[in-house]
């Protein structure tokens, strides 16, 4: 996504907690002589928003878009009886009071900027339970349901705000990827081909495509819509 912002020229602060590989990602996006800033932190803590909606404002004094893309499913998070309360309240943490604070820290500039786009991360989970994944679909089905609230009272401020949720993708999630083998992997891989009726998985190529519609001036008469990126997996 961010290199995808980046041709089209627009300017970029880029958060995650992991110092180094944010810095990793940062260096390659502005190999292409992109505008790019960082800020190390946890998302689902108030000061992470705050210092990077305050660095927004410090370096480039306006937010035009807000995308919250942060997210985890832990494996050992299975059914309700089978997942621990920590890992319950890690999962809501990052997957949605990030976006919570996030939000709530960008809108006053987007006012003052004069409107500004949301664009927030669920996932067809969201929509339609996941087996085993209770946490996780709650979650999700949060992040939509917070798109909807968000987009209802701040229209009024030229703020709209809309929702991704993607289906099968090309890689597991990142924290998953520490659990599972890679023979588990691949016949993730060979389940999706089976599954979702385009036949094959979907790549992060095209889930950014669709956030920057939404989150670009093409989609300035979308507020509040959810966009399905799945390959038709939901229509199964």
Request: overall charge negative; some cysteine; proline content about 3%.
């Amino acid at each position: 996504m961010a290199r995808q912002v980046a041709a089209e020229g627009g300017r970029l602060i880029l958060v995650d907690w992991d110092g180094t590989s944010l810095e990793a990602a940062r260096a390659a996006v502005a190999d292409s002589g992109a505008d790019v800033r960082s800020v190390v932190g946890d998302v689902s803590e108030e000061s992470t928003a705050k210092a990077a909606v305050g660095h927004a404002r410090s370096e480039f004094g306006r937010l035009d878009v807000l995308f919250n893309n942060a997210g985890i499913d832990p494996l050992p998070a299975r059914s309700v009886i089978e997942t621990e309360v920590a890992d319950w309240d890690r999962i809501l943490d990052v997957n949605v009071r990030s976006a919570f604070l996030m939000s709530r820290a960008a809108i006053p500039l987007m006012r003052e900027s004069g409107g500004g786009s949301i664009v927030n991360t669920a996932s067809i989970a969201g929509l339609k339970p996941a087996g085993e994944e209770a946490a996780y679909s709650v979650s999700k089905a949060a992040m939509v349901s917070l798109t909807g609230t968000l987009a209802l009272d701040f229209a009024v401020d030229g703020i709209r705000a809309n929702c991704i949720c993607p289906g099968f993708m090309e890689k597991v999630m990142t924290d998953r990827r520490r659990d599972l083998t890679e023979a588990e992997q691949q016949a993730r891989a060979a389940g999706a081909a089976a599954r979702v009726p385009l036949g094959r998985q979907g790549t992060y190529e095209e889930v950014a495509r669709a956030v920057l519609f939404l989150a670009g001036s093409d989609a300035s008469y979308v507020t509040g819509a959810t966009l399905v990126v799945d390959g038709g997996l939901l229509l199964r």
